[in-house]
């Protein structure tokens, strides 16, 4: 007869294989779902400026500042499996040498599944969630939030200003030619592989690329100096945000 240990590592050698059967099984049951998702995006202005695009910038250099719109559609992308994807938008344009491509992350976002903060989720009897923040601005927001997304992978962004500037190795940005703006994504899921960006054209069983998601080509426009006021702002540790306010826009 068998020891409580022996039937204890066999009680749990059983539940660890049922359980790496289910992961399994769960990441290859994704490829049977139908991903179809949609985007748009338009170019709404961008300027260049001189200047030091962030407070600790050792030197001055050319700069580019994009706002754009966005209309994305990624509701297909999530499913049983999806924990949440991390979105973003990326500029491409020649380099200094015109013998490649330069990109550059200009925005960012991450979309979480309503399964992540479901009461059903096992995953909650091991996470806490943070505090809900106790500011009324930020109470406002996310109802605002919640009233234009009312399910996960809608995008709706209207002369959005970029999160991140885009700078140059060469400090050169001006009468840049052929410049575009495109969406991409990675999807990360409970268990199994990464997946990413499948582009326009471009499909994988029933998963089909981005319908649309890049914008048309444009120019950067030539160096547009900054006034005294801004570059002592930004030298004094304002962002460049701020000081494109009072000088550019």
Known sequence: MHSTLVRAQNVFGFFTTVAFCTAILTALSVLLT?????????????????????????KKEEYAHIKFDLDADLTSLFNWNTKQIF??????YP?????????AVIWDTIINSHS???PLNPLQLFTKSPPPKRSSKAKKQAVKKQELDPE???????????????????????????????????????????????????????????????SKAFDMPPLKR???SSEMLVSSGGTPQAAEASAVI
């Open 34 to 58: 139908t991903q179809e998702p949609s985007a748009k995006i338009d170019l709404r202005n961008v300027q260049v400026v001189k200047g030091r695009p962030h407070y600790y910038s050792p």
């Open 87 to 92: 979105v973003w938008v990326v500029a491409t």
């Open 95 to 103: 380099s200094s040498d015109a013998s490649s491509l330069s990109q």
């Open 116 to 118: 992540q903060s479901s």
């Open 152 to 214: 996960p992978g809608i995008i709706r962004l209207k002369n959005t200003k970029p999160k991140y500037q885009i700078t140059d190795i060469s400090g050169i940005l001006s009468e840049r030619t052929n410049v575009t703006l495109e969406i991409g994504w990675n999807v990360q899921p409970w268990v199994g592989a990464l997946t990413w960006t499948l582009g326009e054209g471009q499909s994988l069983g029933r998963w089909k690329g981005v319908a649309g998601g890049k």
């Open 226 to 228: 900054k006034s005294v």
